[in-house]
């Protein structure tokens, strides 16, 4: 293990930081999405109305408290700590040419409060994160004009930390837009709304290439404002297995996984695949894709791959195999893997994924790779005698020995690890508080009731050991007693 291996956690700001509409901000899509549960899907509203309850208003209220939870980060030994940029704190509508000073100012201040306990600041531009307005008056990445908007952003951001943050990400998960089922992915990751009966698929390419396009240049942008940056993408990284050995059930899963790999075909290589290219083709697709695009998108490529892991996906070709329907996760053609167990929201338990995840992305990038999520969402208990997380601490401890045999026995090259909601946010997928991931417990419950108050659980001495040790402790089996 590297001595400088990046160990860390990673949040978004809609997710934590609350005060949704203080110091200038603009409405942003996180703050028109209700609260839902596993098997409630969250409403967009139309803007924000008064009889709904909206979770992300008030988060966990990290925009006035990150003084003292970054402390605690500080106390695990972090890194780093991953965090994202609310696109409407700095343009509040999002096409305005002047930033929003205030905006600017506190994550200034953020960035120099991590500095000061040597916490390397591991930054998204986009990660759920539209300006509400650019979703009313553009439709969204639907429309061209969201390039420029989004560069005048990044370059924003860029000159103004550019003695800050070395590490950027441009959009998260920008892959999860495939789910076309679930209609809150093409929302969350490009303010597509879907009109009825049209073609969900075509809609989500075309808003993906413009992003692809944004994400270019703002590499090639960032890249002459400061020379050392290193700029990544970020992709949700869910492998898809095949049932059996069945071929047909091995071409399914490769169809499946090039759903998600055009992503990073794209955006570290610099051009479109040719499987994907075909698959316009036959589905008789025209989008708009100009040759300065293509030359832009060759232009910028970025520096690392980022991306998430939680979980595997298995697919079967039988179309009589009854199906898992986890689209909150990945594809809706998914069934259950009988090797592998589930959360209590139906995402499958694969330790062992994160290290074929790895070692697919090595073998076809050769870049470095920083996996910036992987955590345990769960319903925490709160003891008398404190909060006993011992089903967090395994989960985060087989995927950690899977991530180090990836690294020492295979060769991967990673930057780094940040556990994902290192202090409890709120659930992006249901909007739920009760679906804890952190080491950091918070005290509020799903309706906005409680103190707010940060407490330690079990998981956090043991991570406190984990960076450390560089990692050695999960070898030790002591550590899961
Ligand atoms: C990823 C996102 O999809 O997974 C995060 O980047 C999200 O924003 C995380 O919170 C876990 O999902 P959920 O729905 O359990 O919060």
Redesign the pocket.
């Known amino acids: 293990m590297k001595k400088d291996f990046l160990w860390g956690g990673a949040v978004?700001a809609h997710?934590v930081e609350g005060a949704y509409d203080a110091g200038g901000k603009g409405l942003s899509i996180a703050d028109v999405m209700t609260a839902g549960s596993k098997t409630k899907a969250r409403e967009i509203t139309q803007g924000v109305m008064e009889d709904k309850y909206y979770p992300n208003h008030e988060a966990i209220r990290f925009y006035d408290q990150y003084k003292e939870d970054i402390k605690l980060f500080a106390e695990m030994g972090f890194r780093c700590f991953r965090t994202s940029i609310a696109w409407s704190r700095i343009f509040p509508n999002g096409d305005e040419t002047v930033p929003n000073e205030e905006g600017l100012k506190f994550y200034d201040e953020l960035f120099d409060e991590m500095h000061k306990y040597n916490i390397e600041p591991v930054i998204t531009l986009s990660?759920?994160e539209i300006p509400y307005h650019l979703v009313e008056k553009y439709g969204g990445w639907r429309n061209r004009k969201m390039i420029e908007f989004f560069e005048r952003f990044a370059v924003t951001v860029f000159e103004r930390y550019k003695e800050k943050v070395t590490y950027w990400m441009t959009f998260?998960?920008i892959n999860?837009q495939m789910i076309i089922e679930n209609p809150i992915y093409a929302f969350t990751n490009s303010g597509v709304l879907f009109e009825e009966d049209e073609d969900r698929l075509k809609a989500v390419y075309q808003a993906s290439h413009y992003q692809f396009v944004a994400s270019a240049v703002a590499v090639a942008k960032g890249h002459k404002i400061n020379p050392k940056f290193q700029i990544g993408c970020m992709v949700?990284g869910t492998p898809t297995y095949p049932f059996s050995c069945n071929p047909n059930d091995i071409v399914l899963a490769q169809k499946e996984d090039r759903k998600n790999l055009f992503y990073t075909d794209v955006q570290v290589r610099g051009h479109y695949p040719s499987y994907l290219l075909k698959e316009w083709e036959k589905c008789g697709y025209q989008l708009d894709i100009t040759e300065n695009d293509l030359k832009l998108i060759a232009e910028g490529c970025v520096d690392y791959l980022g991306f998430?892991y939680?979980l595997s996906l298995t697919v079967s070709a039988d179309k009589n195999m009854e199906k898992s329907g986890i689209a909150?996760a990945g594809t809706m053609e998914a069934v259950d893997n009988p090797y592998l167990e589930a959360t209590p929201?139906g995402w499958s338990i694969d330790p062992v994924g994160l290290r074929y995840m790895l070692n697919l992305y090595y073998d076809r990038y050769e870049i470095p790779l920083f996996i910036v999520?992987n955590?345990f969402?769960y319903e925490d208990k709160v003891e008398e005698d404190g909060i006993h997380d011992s089903n967090r601490i395994s989960y985060l401890k087989s995927h950690i020995e899977e991530m180090m045999k990836a690294i020492e026995e295979d060769g991967v090259d990673i930057l780094g690890y940040t556990v994902?909601?290192c202090i409890d946010?709120?659930?992006?997928?249901?909007g739920e508080m009760k679906?804890r991931?952190g080491f950091i417990y918070v005290d509020r419950d799903n309706d906005g009731n409680g103190t707010f108050e940060r407490r330690k659980k079990d998981s956090f001495e043991w991570y406190r050991n984990v960076i450390e040790t560089n990692g050695q402790i999960v070898f030790e089996k002591q550590a899961m007693e």
């Not at 946010?425 to 249901?430: A, E, L, M, N, R």
């Open positions: 978004a997710q990660h759920f998260n998960e999860n949700a998430s939680y909150s929201w999520e955590g969402g994902w909601g946010p709120i659930s992006f997928t249901t679906k991931y």
